[in-house]
């Protein structure tokens, strides 16, 4: 739910703010691509995760570098990362493209949240500068890990229901069927993804009087990225 809708005023963007939240966020991400440039922090899951994506590159099915079939751990990571591989990147690029992407989509939504969230233009900035040098520093956007990709997802979710909260009841389908997408994707990439399936469904529940109808859609929804 906007400031907006509760009918507190709420700064406009002048190009100044735009810009340096801009410059914020690639600030943040350049340093990232420099430290994932030299190297990624490879982890167990990491490993496990590409060696699934190359051998999906080269026609091997979903299994490791042990030639087993794997089961635990969630198909998103690898599926993108085999996709990059397949067409022409080294699976250490793979790996900076996956994560330097995830970590500009969660600033991008995380911008776009402070603008619905926080009134002063200069607060809304400062908590940026927070977020984007916090994260980048903890080192998760430079590891193998999927939880790059999964905060990303995360953070849109959590932005495209913001917004789906403040929609008439008569303009929801459309972005009940953009968070369920989003929902899905995110359970694709980890397993806990199941709790933004959950919340999705919930929304749908409480926000509209046709339950029934609505639930089908969002399942569909969340279906077909899923499949």
Same mark, same amino acid.
């Given at each position: 739910? !906007?400031?907006?809708?509760?009918?507190?005023?709420?700064?406009?963007?002048?190009?100044?703010?735009?810009?340096? #939240?801009?410059?914020?966020?690639?600030?943040?991400?350049?340093?990232?691509?420099? =430290?994932?440039?030299?190297?990624?922090?490879?982890?167990?899951?990491?490993?496990? &995760?590409?060696?699934?994506?190359?051998?999906? $590159?080269?026609?091997?099915? &979903?299994?490791? &570098?042990?030639?087993?079939?794997?089961?635990?751990?969630?198909?998103?990571?690898?599926?993108?990362? #085999?996709? /990059?591989?397949?067409?022409?990147? !080294?699976?250490?690029? =793979?790996?900076?493209?996956?994560?330097?992407?995830? /970590?500009?989509?969660?600033?991008? +939504? $995380?911008?776009?949240?402070?603008?619905?969230? *926080?009134?002063?233009?200069?607060?809304?900035?400062?908590?940026? @500068?927070?977020?984007?040098?916090?994260? =980048?520093?903890?080192? *998760?956007?430079? $590891?193998?890990?999927?939880?790059?990709?999964?905060?990303?997802? #995360? +953070?849109?979710?959590?932005?495209?229901?913001?917004?789906?909260?403040?929609?008439?009841?008569?303009?929801?389908?459309?972005?009940? =069927?953009?968070?369920?997408?989003? +929902?899905?994707?995110?359970? @694709?990439?980890? &397993?806990?993804?199941?709790?933004?399936?959950?919340?999705?469904?919930?929304?749908?529940?409480?926000?509209?009087?046709?339950?029934?109808?609505?639930?089908?859609?969002?399942?569909? $929804?969340?279906?077909?990225?899923?499949?």
């Amino acid at each position: 739910m !906007s400031l907006r809708s509760l009918g507190i005023q709420v700064e406009e963007e002048p190009p100044i703010g735009r810009i340096l #939240a801009i410059t914020t966020i690639v600030v943040a991400v350049s340093i990232t691509a420099v =430290a994932l440039a030299r190297s990624v922090g490879m982890t167990p899951d990491g490993a496990v &995760y590409q060696s699934v994506a190359q051998h999906l $590159a080269i026609g091997q099915g &979903y299994t490791d &570098y042990t030639g087993s079939s794997v089961s635990v751990f969630p198909p998103g990571v690898p599926i993108l990362l #085999a996709f /990059l591989i397949w067409v022409g990147a !080294s699976p250490h690029t =793979a790996w900076v493209l996956v994560n330097v992407g995830a /970590l500009a989509t969660y600033l991008l +939504a $995380a911008w776009a949240l402070l603008r619905l969230v *926080v009134a002063s233009m200069w607060v809304r900035l400062s908590l940026l @500068v927070v977020v984007a040098f916090v994260v =980048a520093g903890t080192g *998760v956007f430079t $590891a193998a890990l999927s939880d790059p990709l999964f905060a990303a997802l #995360a +953070a849109v979710f959590v932005l495209v229901t913001a917004r789906l909260v403040d929609r008439p009841s008569d303009r929801t389908g459309p972005w009940f =069927a953009l968070a369920g997408s989003v +929902a899905a994707l995110s359970f @694709v990439a980890r &397993y806990s993804g199941a709790f933004y399936v959950a919340a999705i469904i919930g929304l749908v529940v409480v926000l509209t009087r046709r339950a029934r109808l609505i639930i089908v859609t969002a399942l569909v $929804a969340l279906g077909v990225p899923t499949i």
